[in-house]
């Protein structure tokens, strides 16, 4: 069975930094892209990063470009996503996402982590 | 950048009705790059439709998509209770992003 499970998450003061994971089972990790996905509270879904399989593409959105690293580890099955210069406006409940190619999808979800930026 | 913008932006129907939800992008997205997903509250989206058209594992047959180049519809031909819930589309054609997402509540 495929799961990911996010943790790290919390309650952090404007201008500070945290560090997500992600750790993926029941699937070969290393064959797969991933993507961070958020959602502020009571609005959309914002798509904010993906990472190929081997690293080799990384993309941002715009509105995280230049604060938030994702990388991974496939030795461990692991997602990470480094935010740093947090602003009130990256509160959200974050999302990894298992990417399917072909007809591109997120196909598995994990169940969120709540990162709250406020003093 | 492609904006995906969803309308209605809530949708009122009744249990048994057929509810169809609109997606139109603000430039041509090939069709293999156009997802639907579901979710509902206090949970993570829920994959329904790939490749505009192509049901995921599990779905039921009463959810279909269809489109192409810039409009794409979800269509639920019969609403179950279950159902009521918030729809979104998805592009993965330039980078990847969402639309707004539809609101389907019971009338």
Redesign the interface.
């Known amino acids: 069975e495929v799961q990911l499970v996010e943790s790290g998450g919390g309650l952090v003061k404007p201008g500070g930094s945290l560090r997500l994971s992600c750790a993926a089972s029941g699937f070969t990790f290393s064959s797969y892209s991933m ?1 961070w ?1 958020r959602q502020a509270p009571g609005k ?4 904010v990063s ?1 990472i190929s399989s081997s690293s080799s593409y990384i ?1 941002y ?2 509105s995280v470009k230049g604060r938030f690293t994702i990388s991974r580890d496939n030795a461990k099955n692991s997602l990470y996503l480094q935010m740093n210069s947090l602003r009130a406006e990256d509160t959200a409940v974050y ?1 990894c996402a298992r990417e ?1 190619r ?6 598995y ?4 982590t709540l990162v709250t930026v406020s003093s | 950048e492609i904006v995906l913008t969803q309308s209605p932006g809530t949708l009122s129907l009744s249990p048994g009705e057929r509810a169809t939800l609109s997606c139109r992008a603000s430039q041509s997205v090939s069709s293999s790059y156009l997802a639907w997903y579901q979710q509902k509250p206090g949970q993570a989206p829920r994959l329904l439709i790939y490749g505009a058209s192509s049901r995921a594992t599990g779905i039921p047959d009463r959810f279909s998509g269809s489109g192409s180049g810039t409009d794409f519809t979800l269509t639920i031909s019969r609403l179950e209770p279950e159902d009521f819930a918030v729809y979104y589309c998805q592009q993965y054609g330039s980078l990847c992003s969402f639309g707004q997402g539809t609101k389907l509540e019971i009338k």
């Open positions: 993507n996905v959309g879904l914002e798509w993906s993309y959105a715009d999302y399917r072909g007809a591109t999808r997120n196909d979800w994990g169940q969120g």
